[in-house]
């Protein structure tokens, strides 16, 4: 006995009503677990003033300074001057290879 087989357009039909099935579960099962997002308070969510504000830019010349640290970056910044440097890397030290004067050891046959 000869079995015939499904047609091409039937076996498309399956997989697809199959796969838009789970797609649908896999969807369902994530709206049910994943959690909702956190309130945002309104002072977060006003809108940001466009003008700057002379007051706050002249109080930054009166900052503290904190000295850095040692090995690290010094950044000198003046503002009270108007002087602002750029920042210099601290040197790192590299080792260097050192010469041998014994020549490599070869194979003698």
Same mark, same amino acid.
């Given at each position: ?5 499904? /047609? ?10 199959? %796969? $838009? ?14 959690? +909702?997002? /956190?309130? $945002? +308070?309104?002072?977060?969510?006003? +809108? !940001?003033?466009?003008?700057?504000? !002379?007051?706050?830019?002249? %109080?930054?010349?009166?900052? $503290? ?21 750029? @920042?210099? +890397?601290? @040197?790192? @030290?590299?080792?260097? /290879? !050192?010469? %041998?004067? %014994? /020549?490599?050891?070869?194979?003698? @046959?």
């Amino acid at each position: 006995m000869n079995k015939q087989k499904p /047609p091409r357009i039937l076996t498309l039909a399956i997989l697809t009503v199959v %796969t $838009v099935a789970v797609w649908i579960g896999f969807d369902v099962y994530r709206a049910l677990t994943t959690k +909702p997002a /956190p309130p $945002v +308070p309104p002072e977060i969510l006003a +809108p !940001i003033d466009p003008q700057l504000n !002379i007051n706050v830019l002249s %109080t930054i010349v009166n900052r $503290v300074y904190v000295e850095p640290k040692e090995g690290t970056t010094q950044i000198v910044e003046s503002l009270s001057e108007g002087v602002i440097s750029t @920042p210099v +890397p601290t @040197p790192v @030290p590299t080792a260097s /290879p !050192i010469a %041998t004067s %014994t /020549p490599s050891p070869t194979a003698t @046959p």
